[in-house]
């Protein structure tokens, strides 16, 4: 994926369980690997411990590895006040990949000193919410069953076919407005607990 910023096309309303991931792989002109919308339930542990709830994901893998975890930036896109990103988060220390996913964030909805923060690509956003005070709720829309591509594969660092599962969630702001729209895809490394 490219490292350089670029506009997205254009793209019809239509929900889409896997958006934004979707915009990063048809601008690379490759296809999404094959998934499945699953319901929370048949999401089996430890990932339904990781994936089914209404937490940020962020503090949820620093605690379930004991390590804090920063971010890998991929690619990013913007349109508008709409930026996009496709990331890696990784461990502090060892650099392990804890999750792969890709995030629409409404840059008009953060105060001028968390928008620069996320612009600065330094932090995960479960971060900057944490540290400005941003008040937010997390709604999952669904739970995903995948198979491994090259590229995913590639970015969390596995050989061989693989199926991961992850999940597409909306974090709100008080006034019931989309802050960020997320794809989360966990690794199988994920599920052995580094700690």
């Known amino acids: 994926m490219p490292e350089k910023t670029e506009t997205l096309p254009a793209k019809s309303v ?17 296809s999404l690997p094959p998934f499945d919308e699953i319901e929370g339930e048949a999401v089996p542990e430890p990932y339904r411990t990781l994936l089914v709830h209404k937490n940020d994901m962020t503090p949820t893998l620093e605690k379930y590895h004991g390590f804090g975890v920063h971010l890998d930036v991929l690619g990013r896109r ?41 612009l600065a690509e330094c932090l995960p956003l479960g971060h900057i919410l944490n540290e400005f005070k941003i008040p937010h709720t997390s709604r999952p829309r669904a739970y995903l069953r995948l198979a ?6 590639r970015v969390l660092e596995m050989n061989g076919a693989h199926v991961l599962y992850g999940r597409r969630n909306t974090l709100y702001d008080p006034q019931q407005r989309p802050l960020a ?15």
């Open 14 to 30: 239509e929900f889409s369980v896997v958006h934004p991931l979707d915009d990063f792989y048809a601008a690379a002109g490759q």
């Open 78 to 118: 913007s349109k508008g006040d709409a930026y996009f990103r496709e990331v890696i988060l990784r461990l502090d220390g060892t650099n392990q990949p804890v999750e792969f996913g890709a995030i629409k964030i409404n840059l008009d909805r953060f105060t001028a000193g968390a928008r620069k923060e996320i």
């Open 148 to 153: 491994t591509d090259k590229l995913i594969s």
């Open 181 to 195: 729209e997320i794809v989360e895809i966990l690794p199988v490394a994920t599920i052995n607990k580094t700690k």
